[in-house]
């Protein structure tokens, strides 16, 4: 029911489209209900007159037919245009709710799911939902009005046979309602391995360069493969059920016509049934089932929304983890004071990542985390944006709990330049104010200039205007790693994270990117994750962290001199394993 309450408050903004949309439907219904009763009562009170009086009559009737199918032209016209378009939109907020409802879900729920099975539901899920919307209530109201009509009408022609007609019509509704039952799980199958197709082009395409060097295009054809077959067996199960459906219900509307004939041909020789009478039977018989049909191809298409939807609520009933607290408050007037108190994490597992962690960073201070892989380095600077919330302990920005600050207020003070730069497809312009939207050209200008980009972006085929491609594949990484330092000077945060910004670049792009990150630096509150040592020397403290937590902590020298953990790697990186040995 909830499901379905959903999916009926979609229709809210357009009630008016949707009672117009019905009442046109119910018109087209009495236009195809009137037609044989119309050509009853002639037959049986008009066409016996004087030919001259049935020649002047018919004039008149036959405006009055045209009439009527005008109106019925000017219904189906709505139905068909409008109809379409409230579905569209009903769509189109869908999708809006979906994206809206993507953007605020943790990272936690990206951690485990695939983009290319969320696309799936933004695309594919939803136009079969759109559908539903709008051909569903339409098909199911027309159909109810035909065969409640009809069923009526043939009752007055004669009882017995119309009860006839019934039993069957009882027996197909039955044998429909169990086909359905298991076209519903096979459909939500058939979605399932849709998405599993898309998630497969997806990594398989976003990856093509990594495909290439290697020379594994063989070993993704076999991946697709694998995942187009399954969902071609899944189709195929699903067109094994429709098959069973479709035939079956033809076999009933087989013996609605068997059961015409032979009651109506017993009833026409015991002489309570006229032939004219049977006549029209037969014309009403036709309506009656012509709905049938209808509601029987509408159960395919009933399924596939109903799939669609469900797959589209297990998104939207998904809460996010990281949310505003009720008594959340703007942080204003930031001065970088943080602080790890007593800090645990875990990814929901339990085995944590993180063990007491005690942190304390004054305003402007430049701190440095150093340690293997898997130590927690980049989790504890996740956690100061909120982007995981602690399982224990508190972070506090100026003595403030970060979880009774607004999110929005608190991610608007802290800027971040990580490894993996992420480029949007658009110009080199858009990409630098992502920083800040509403930024004056004049402000990227400046910002670019700070980044030491200014003078590679003049000399592009358009400037600022140049479009650098999905991904930002037309730059080099050191190129687009600047362009992410000019977002943040864009955005001018007082609390800075950098999450190993040069490890993955040459030499001489870490000096010019160096250079950029001290100037960026200056006079905020900085956290470096620090692959490359040489880059951290000058920090104001260095914390290095392994598995079992905080080892040491002090400043470059300071480690130095206790020849113990920074020591180890400091050796391995400048003086190599034989020095350590020895």
């Given at each position: 029911m909830n499901i379905i309450t959903r999916f009926l408050s979609y229709y809210k903004p357009y009630r008016f489209l949707f009672f117009t949309d019905m009442v046109c439907a119910f018109l087209v219904s009495i236009v195809d209900l009137s037609f044989p009763l119309i050509l009853s009562y002639l037959s049986k009170n008009f066409f016996i007159r004087d030919k001259s009086v049935v020649l002047e009559g018919l004039i008149y009737i036959g405006i009055a037919l045209v009439a009527m199918y005008i109106l019925k032209y000017f219904c189906q016209y709505f139905i068909a245009s409008w109809g379409h378009i409230m579905g569209a939109r009903m769509e189109n907020n869908m999708r809006s709710d979906l994206f809206n409802h993507l953007q605020k879900l943790s990272f936690s729920y990206y951690d485990n799911n695939n983009t290319g099975q969320m696309m799936s539901r933004l695309v594919s899920d939803l136009f079969d939902i759109s559908e539903l919307a709008h051909h569903g209530p339409e098909n199911v109201f027309i159909s109810l009005v035909k065969i409640i009509g009809s069923f009526v009408i043939l009752l007055f022609i004669n009882v017995k046979m119309t009860l006839i007609l019934f039993l069957v019509t009882i027996a197909m509704v039955v044998f429909s309602v169990c086909k359905n039952k298991k076209m519903q799980y096979i459909f939500l199958d058939n979605r399932k391995k849709m998405a599993n197709i898309n998630a497969s082009v997806q990594d398989s395409l976003e990856g093509i360069r990594a495909v290439k060097s290697f020379g594994n295009e063989d070993l993704e054809e076999r991946k697709f493969s694998k995942n187009n077959d399954e969902y071609l067996n899944s189709r195929a199960d699903s067109y094994k059920v429709m098959g069973e459906f479709i035939a079956g219900n033809s076999f009933f509307q087989g013996i609605l016509y068997v059961s015409i004939i032979v009651s109506g041909g017993i009833f026409f020789t015991e002489g309570s049934l006229r032939i004219s009478d049977l006549a029209v039977y037969a014309l009403y018989v036709n309506i009656f089932i012509n709905p049938i049909d209808i509601l029987i191809n509408f159960a395919e298409q009933f399924q596939k929304g109903y799939a669609g939807f469900r797959r589209f609520m297990e998104i939207i009933e998904t809460e996010p983890e990281i949310i505003d607290s009720k008594d959340a408050v703007v942080l204003e007037n930031v001065k970088g004071d943080i602080e790890y108190k007593n800090v645990y994490f875990n990814y929901h597992s339990k085995h944590n990542v993180l063990n007491n962690i005690n942190v304390s960073i004054k305003a402007g201070e430049n701190i440095a985390l150093v340690g293997p892989s898997g130590a927690g380095k980049t989790t504890i600077c996740s956690l100061l944006p909120r982007f995981y919330d602690v399982t224990g302990g508190a972070v506090t920005i100026d003595g403030k709990d970060i979880r009774n600050l607004t999110i929005e207020s608190l991610r608007n003070s802290i800027g971040i330049v990580q490894q993996e730069v992420y480029m949007f497809s658009g110009t080199v312009k858009e990409n630098i104010k992502y920083g800040r939207p509403d930024a004056s050209d004049e402000e990227v200008i400046k910002a670019a200039k700070e980044a030491n980009i200014h003078e590679y972006i003049m000399t592009l085929p358009k400037g600022y205007d140049t479009y650098i491609g999905q991904h930002g594949v037309?730059?080099?990484?050191?190129?687009?790693?600047?362009?992410?330092?000019?977002?943040?000077?864009?955005?001018?945060?007082?609390?800075?994270?950098?999450?190993?910004?040069?490890?993955?670049?040459?030499?001489?792009?870490?000096?010019?990117?160096?250079?950029?990150?001290?100037?960026?630096?200056?006079?905020?509150?900085?956290?470096?994750?620090?692959?490359?040592?040489?880059?951290?020397?000058?920090?104001?403290?260095?914390?290095?962290?392994?598995?079992?937590g905080i080892k040491e902590r002090g400043n470059h020298e300071e480690l130095l001199r206790k020849k113990g953990l920074y020591f180890y790697y400091y050796n391995m990186q400048f003086q190599g394993l034989n020095s350590v040995s020895n």
């Amino acid at each position: 029911m909830n499901i379905i309450t959903r999916f009926l408050s979609y229709y809210k903004p357009y009630r008016f489209l949707f009672f117009t949309d019905m009442v046109c439907a119910f018109l087209v219904s009495i236009v195809d209900l009137s037609f044989p009763l119309i050509l009853s009562y002639l037959s049986k009170n008009f066409f016996i007159r004087d030919k001259s009086v049935v020649l002047e009559g018919l004039i008149y009737i036959g405006i009055a037919l045209v009439a009527m199918y005008i109106l019925k032209y000017f219904c189906q016209y709505f139905i068909a245009s409008w109809g379409h378009i409230m579905g569209a939109r009903m769509e189109n907020n869908m999708r809006s709710d979906l994206f809206n409802h993507l953007q605020k879900l943790s990272f936690s729920y990206y951690d485990n799911n695939n983009t290319g099975q969320m696309m799936s539901r933004l695309v594919s899920d939803l136009f079969d939902i759109s559908e539903l919307a709008h051909h569903g209530p339409e098909n199911v109201f027309i159909s109810l009005v035909k065969i409640i009509g009809s069923f009526v009408i043939l009752l007055f022609i004669n009882v017995k046979m119309t009860l006839i007609l019934f039993l069957v019509t009882i027996a197909m509704v039955v044998f429909s309602v169990c086909k359905n039952k298991k076209m519903q799980y096979i459909f939500l199958d058939n979605r399932k391995k849709m998405a599993n197709i898309n998630a497969s082009v997806q990594d398989s395409l976003e990856g093509i360069r990594a495909v290439k060097s290697f020379g594994n295009e063989d070993l993704e054809e076999r991946k697709f493969s694998k995942n187009n077959d399954e969902y071609l067996n899944s189709r195929a199960d699903s067109y094994k059920v429709m098959g069973e459906f479709i035939a079956g219900n033809s076999f009933f509307q087989g013996i609605l016509y068997v059961s015409i004939i032979v009651s109506g041909g017993i009833f026409f020789t015991e002489g309570s049934l006229r032939i004219s009478d049977l006549a029209v039977y037969a014309l009403y018989v036709n309506i009656f089932i012509n709905p049938i049909d209808i509601l029987i191809n509408f159960a395919e298409q009933f399924q596939k929304g109903y799939a669609g939807f469900r797959r589209f609520m297990e998104i939207i009933e998904t809460e996010p983890e990281i949310i505003d607290s009720k008594d959340a408050v703007v942080l204003e007037n930031v001065k970088g004071d943080i602080e790890y108190k007593n800090v645990y994490f875990n990814y929901h597992s339990k085995h944590n990542v993180l063990n007491n962690i005690n942190v304390s960073i004054k305003a402007g201070e430049n701190i440095a985390l150093v340690g293997p892989s898997g130590a927690g380095k980049t989790t504890i600077c996740s956690l100061l944006p909120r982007f995981y919330d602690v399982t224990g302990g508190a972070v506090t920005i100026d003595g403030k709990d970060i979880r009774n600050l607004t999110i929005e207020s608190l991610r608007n003070s802290i800027g971040i330049v990580q490894q993996e730069v992420y480029m949007f497809s658009g110009t080199v312009k858009e990409n630098i104010k992502y920083g800040r939207p509403d930024a004056s050209d004049e402000e990227v200008i400046k910002a670019a200039k700070e980044a030491n980009i200014h003078e590679y972006i003049m000399t592009l085929p358009k400037g600022y205007d140049t479009y650098i491609g999905q991904h930002g594949v037309k730059l080099s990484g050191g190129q687009k790693q600047r362009i992410s330092i000019s977002r943040v000077f864009l955005k001018n945060p007082p609390i800075l994270i950098l999450d190993e910004a040069t490890s993955a670049l040459d030499n001489e792009s870490e000096r010019f990117i160096q250079n950029s990150l001290e100037k960026l630096s200056k006079n905020r509150t900085t956290i470096v994750i620090a692959h490359r040592l040489s880059t951290i020397r000058n920090a104001d403290e260095i914390i290095v962290i392994d598995n079992e937590g905080i080892k040491e902590r002090g400043n470059h020298e300071e480690l130095l001199r206790k020849k113990g953990l920074y020591f180890y790697y400091y050796n391995m990186q400048f003086q190599g394993l034989n020095s350590v040995s020895n």
